[in-house]
């Protein structure tokens, strides 16, 4: 299906029709006042200028021309607000499965950091462009982006149609070059991709960065008003660590620093090892404070979980992540769904917790109070940017439908989700993609890996869980 091409507009009106998607038959999420969802069904959704007008059941709706609308028929397709991967390091698919079943030391110390000291720029865009199709076959339109050479990455972005949060990561082993580049590129980058890319200060974590650049990093998010994104309490182990060396957990590190008291707020990666003594901090912090959660690599490096009970208890929103693929060896955020829903009913034995409408809650509307686009995106509701993704329903494995919500986290899968759209314009359309070529990115990048996974020069980019000198 492709847009009308029409003759020019005689008026503004007309052109201002032009602009316009509207996407019927489908059954609609959306959020109620109580902090809860529900399906409007038959319904139809009008956008006009990448903004959603109405969304409504179909005899509900604003008439617009037939004529000037690009229309799509989404019968047995569910419409909801595209996930959002609040953690994630993109290019890392080219890393995908290079380092298996080794604990975070060895995986770190030697596979991944000594292959990531070969990479360059032109890695790190092929592996973002590869990173980008995979989301948007999984129905991700928003990612937070934390890594390196991230100019290309904003490359990427712009030209994949994707919306992104993206940071320039630094370890206090570069100087203050580190920090300062940081600074560059969120400044340089911030509102880029016609206002798709916001931009974060990225210091890796209180391991690798020491007090003195944590605070001189929250200064700097203060004089230009930019949030920060970095991993904290990654695990168990990095608490008792720190508790060790310290006599401070890495979420106290966080705010003797000064970074939870920020107007544009702080974004913690992974945060599997916060402890109850951690919890007042997070309550008490002034400014907006997001945890995300990437459990299947948790589940890969033997570590706990993130506690999303408790953090939801003290109002801290947990955004659902990935992280990278070489962890994770996918940017399927459809999976953290089902999985964050059964590890919480595991970890705390209570099977009514998390429900399937708060897992659906926490993959759309707190991700994207995670990634500080709450008002922006995550629902779908007049005056939200048009960010929508439509699944298919009606497959096998997902009939008959009982529960809906049920369906969609525990049946559905991220092969179901036919069509992508970002800001009104459709990037995938049944399946198929219309702003990657994904052969060619495999090619190239596949002549590029030996060079990149090469260790034989014995070096690597930092050291894991060393104290920073």
């Given at each position: 299906m492709t847009p009308s091409r029409a003759e020019p507009p005689a008026d503004a009106a007309h052109a201002a029709d032009l602009a316009v998607l509207l996407i019927t038959g489908c059954t609609a999420l959306v959020h109620d006042d109580q902090e809860g969802i529900r399906f409007v069904e038959d319904a139809s959704i009008v956008v006009r200028g990448g903004v959603i007008e109405s969304v409504g059941r179909a005899g509900d709706t604003v008439t617009v021309s037939r004529s000037a609308a690009e229309r799509i028929d989404a019968r047995g397709q569910v419409a909801?607000?595209?996930?959002i991967n609040c953690h994630t390091h993109a290019p890392m698919v080219a890393l995908r499965g290079v380092a298996e079943d080794l604990p975070a030391e060895e995986w770190f110390n030697d596979v991944v950091w000594p292959i990531e000291s070969n990479l360059t720029p032109k890695d790190v865009e092929l592996g973002a462009r590869l990173a980008c199709a995979e989301m948007i076959r999984g129905g991700v339109t928003c990612f937070a982006d934390h890594y390196f050479a991230m100019d290309t990455v904003a490359a990427v972005t712009a030209e994949s149609g994707l919306r992104a949060h993206l940071g320039e990561a630094y370890f206090s082993s570069q100087g203050p070059?580190?920090?300062?580049?940081?600074l560059e590129f969120a400044l340089r980058h911030r509102g880029g991709a016609d206002g798709r890319i916001t931009t974060a200060l990225a210091p890796h974590a209180p391991y690798t960065v020491v007090d003195a650049d944590l605070a001189a990093t929250a200064e700097l998010a203060r004089e230009h008003g930019l949030p920060v994104?970095?991993?904290?309490?990654e695990s168990r182990d990095q608490t008792d660590n720190s508790l060790a060396r310290h006599g401070v957990t890495p979420i106290e590190v966080l705010e003797r620093t000064g970074l939870l008291a920020l107007d544009a707020g702080v974004l913690i990666a992974h945060g599997t090892g916060i402890i109850e003594r951690d919890l007042p901090v997070l309550e008490r912090v002034t400014g907006p404070v997001a945890v995300a959660s990437a459990p299947r690599g948790y589940l890969k490096f033997a570590w706990t979980t993130t506690p999303v009970r408790a953090l939801r208890r003290i109002g801290v929103p947990v955004g659902l992540a990935t992280d990278g693929a070489a962890s994770n060896n996918s940017l399927d955020v459809w999976e953290s769904m089902a999985l964050t829903a059964l590890l919480q009913k595991s970890t705390e034995g209570d099977p009514r917790w998390l429900t399937s409408r708060q897992a659906l809650h926490h993959a759309t509307l707190q991700s994207a109070r995670a990634v500080g686009l709450g008002?922006?995106?995550?629902?779908?509701?007049?005056?939200?940017?048009?960010?929508?993704?439509?699944?298919?329903?009606?497959?096998?494995?997902?009939?008959?439908?009982?529960?809906?919500?049920?369906?969609?986290?525990?049946?559905a899968r991220s092969s179901d989700v036919r069509t992508t759209i970002v800001d009104g314009r459709v990037l995938m359309r049944d399946r198929e993609l219309l702003t990657i070529d994904v052969p060619a990115t495999v090619r190239e990048l596949g002549e590029r890996l030996p060079a990149l996974v090469d260790r034989s020069h014995g070096t690597r980019i930092q050291e894991y869980d060393k104290p920073p000198e």
């Open positions: 909801l607000p595209g996930l070059e580190g920090r300062e580049k940081s994104h970095l991993h904290a309490a008002e922006r995106i995550g629902s779908l509701a007049p005056g939200r940017r048009a960010d929508i993704i439509l699944v298919d329903v009606t497959g096998p494995h997902t009939q008959p439908v009982h529960d809906l919500a049920a369906t969609l986290v525990h049946s």
